[in-house]
């Protein structure tokens, strides 16, 4: 006798699972209910107070959503810090949440990393320790002491790297990870320098406003999800006047 295996969405355990790309949202839509195999680039990530990570998908509509108690079944770190930046294949079923697809992402078995797609352009970026919680980017920046949360300040533009969907207002979030994040912050410093911008003052603290010619991010926070995320081209940068001393920086 012939013991047919069935799988908990009640496909064969040889049944062949379809593969769609994340940014084909009309077949996603098409297999709405159905387990299927998606395959494209987690372009950002976030974390809600609740311990809900997101992973959103690239030129997609698309995200893969994991509940607060299976992120402890993520051994190797929670999925909004492993998967950033990464080209995945997920399989699960899709769904459809507030108008949006989704697959619940509930074990490590359902997601795995795949060689990239295509190139993703990094330069060698390193910072130079000068001393307790202080230290010094490639471009002279100094990044020294802490915010008033008491992270140091290079956790604090760490913040600004995954998105914080139930942040009230809006927050600035840069594609790619810190240390992308900090060579664009580099690169904004020079450009401001180069165009001989002058800095806006207030007291001690003075600020620059970048425009980069290109996205470099993503508006963030629930402002940012009431607009669906538009995409950022300026770096906002705050220092301490008359200093290159970073307190702050974020898309904007």
């Known amino acids: 006798m012939l013991i047919l295996e069935v799988c908990h969405h009640g ?55 994991c509940h607060p108690q299976h992120v402890a079944g993520f051994r190797e770190g929670k999925p909004a810090d492993v998967y950033r930046n990464k080209d995945v294949e997920l399989t699960g079923e899709i769904e459809i949440y507030e108008g949006k697809l989704q697959i619940r992402l509930r074990t ?3 997601i795995r990393i795949v060689p990239a797609a295509r190139p993703h352009r990094t330069k060698a970026f ?3 320790e000068v001393g307790k919680d202080a230290w010094l980017s490639p471009a002279g920046l100094r990044y020294r002491g802490r915010d008033p949360e008491g992270l140091t300040r290079v956790a604090h533009i760490g913040r600004h790297t995954s998105d914080i969907p139930e942040r009230d207002g809006p927050h600035g979030v840069f594609d790619g990870d810190l240390e992308t994040a900090l060579a664009v912050i580099d690169e904004a410093w020079q450009l401001a320098e180069k165009r001989g911008l002058r800095p806006q003052r207030e007291g001690d603290r003075s600020s620059f406003t970048v425009n980069m010619g290109r996205r ?26 008359g200093t290159q001393d970073i307190i702050t920086a974020f898309p904007k």
């Open 126 to 128: 390193a910072l130079k």
């Open 11 to 65: 496909l064969s355990a040889d049944a062949v699972v379809p593969k769609v790309r994340a940014t084909d949202s009309a077949a996603l839509r098409e297999h709405v209910g159905r387990e299927v195999t998606v395959s494209g680039h987690i372009e950002r990530t976030g974390q809600s107070r609740s311990g809900y990570q997101f992973l959103n998908f690239g030129d997609s509509e698309f995200t893969a959503v």
């Open 216 to 241: 470099i991010g993503f508006l963030g926070g629930r402002t940012g999800a009431a607009r669906q995320n538009p995409p950022l081209r300026q770096v906002f940068i705050v220092f301490t006047s």
């Open 108 to 110: 490590p078995s359902q």
